[in-house]
């Protein structure tokens, strides 16, 4: 079955940097777009980000643009989320989702998430 | 970008009650429209993509309906596990955007 593990949450202060990754097993990885979806202690969802599948084709939230970055190793089966910049707006559960359908140049629905991992940005 | 109404934004109801749920989008994105469940302390999961289609393995008394700029879920009779936070989401325009969520209490 998919699984998706986040690891790289942690407590940093404003103006500092994580690296998020997010491991992906049970399905063919370099099949499938990947995205980042945050969501901030009590609030609703927010879609963050979007890689295609082969790695083209990068898009960000206007939240983050200039300040974080997606990629992926499918050698590795890994998804990876450069947060620099920080702010105490990031703070949040940020999760990796698989999208629901392979090959797409755009994100469709996202069929599979990880379990999350808390960001927490404070001096 | 396109903006998402979703109503209400929390509803009491009773196990074995029909409850809908509504989303209404600021442009028409024909059905690319999806709906997820998420329960507290956990990631969301897949109910319903392309408006009506339900996920491999969930209960058939989930149903969505609508395209163009109106979208509606349906529980059909609730039971005590479906007590969650529900959320549409549009995937027609870049960025994709999820609704406020729906808050589904017990009565």
């Known amino acids: 079955q998919v699984q998706l593990v986040e690891s790289g949450g942690g407590v940093v202060q404003p103006g500092g940097s994580l690296r998020l990754s997010c491991a992906a097993s049970g399905f063919t990885f370099s099949n499938y777009g990947m995205h980042w979806v945050r969501q901030a202690p009590g609030k609703g969802l927010e879609w963050v980000s979007f890689?295609?599948?082969?790695?083209?084709?990068?898009y960000y939230a206007d939240s983050v643009k200039g300040r974080f970055t997606i990629s992926r190793d499918n050698s590795k089966n890994t998804l990876y989320f450069q947060m620099n910049s920080l702010r105490p707006e990031d703070t949040a559960v940020y999760y990796c989702?698989?999208?629901?359908?392979?090959?797409?140049?755009?994100?469709?629905?996202?069929?599979?998430w990880g379990q999350g991992t808390l960001v927490t940005v404070s001096s | 970008d396109i903006q998402m109404t979703q109503s209400p934004s929390s509803l009491s109801a009773s196990v074995g009650d029909r409850v809908t749920i509504t989303c209404q989008t600021s442009q028409d994105i024909r059905s690319s429209l999806n709906w997820y469940q998420q329960k507290p302390g956990k990631a969301p999961s897949l109910l319903i993509y392309d408006a009506s289609n339900l996920e491999t393995g969930v209960p058939s008394r989930f149903s969505g309906s609508g395209s163009g700029t109106h979208f509606t879920f349906t529980i059909s009779s609730l039971q005590p596990e479906d007590f969650a936070t529900y959320y549409c989401?549009?995937?027609?325009?870049?960025?994709?955007?999820f609704g406020q969520g729906t808050k589904l209490e017990i009565k």
């Open positions: 989401q549009q995937y027609d325009n870049l960025p994709p955007s």
């Open positions: 989702a698989k999208d629901g359908m392979g090959y797409q140049f755009l994100g469709t629905w996202l069929d599979s």
């Open positions: 890689l295609r599948y082969d790695g083209n084709n990068k």
